[in-house]
Nanobody, 126 residues
Framework: QVQLVESGGGLVQAGGSLRVSCAAS????????MGWFRQAPGKEREFVAA????????YYADSVKGRFTISRDYAKNAVYLQINSLKPEDTAVYYC???????????????????WGQGTQVTVSS
């Protein structure tokens, strides 16, 4: 089992930056694809970013390309999402997720991931 705990969310003004973190316990994340998803009120959970188990490949939703950066720290068994140039439409609960042997074509699909955190709220004021 993998337990994931997100942190780092908060209230930020538009144009600001934030880094959300995901700490894992139970197993090392070194063999897992890690993803970030978000869910705004009344909307479905949507893919934000993912990073391969090796860290060599990253994937982003078009809406966040150039503003968000996903990274992972194997020593700390953690994954991060650096969020820059925040917009009010980025307001959502941000979730990290872990999965093994996820094909690239499935990397944006929530159902491809096995473990989820409880989420951290990011609120962007205009």
């Amino acid at each position: 089992q993998v337990q994931l705990v997100e942190s780092g969310g908060g209230l930020v003004q538009a144009g600001g930056s934030l880094r959300v973190s995901c700490a894992a316990s139970g197993r090392t994340l070194s063999s897992y694809v890690m993803g970030w998803f978000r869910q705004a009120p009344g909307k479905e959970r949507e893919f934000v970013a993912a990073i391969s188990w090796s860290g060599g490949s990253t994937y982003y939703a078009d809406s966040v390309k150039g503003r968000f950066t996903i990274s992972r720290d194997y020593a700390k068994n953690a994954v991060y999402l650096q969020i820059n140039s925040l917009k009010p439409e980025d307001t959502a609960v941000y979730y990290c997720a872990a999965g093994q042997r996820i094909a690239v074509v499935a990397i944006t699909r929530p159902e491809a991931y096995d473990y989820w955190g409880q989420g951290t709220q990011v609120t962007v004021s205009s």
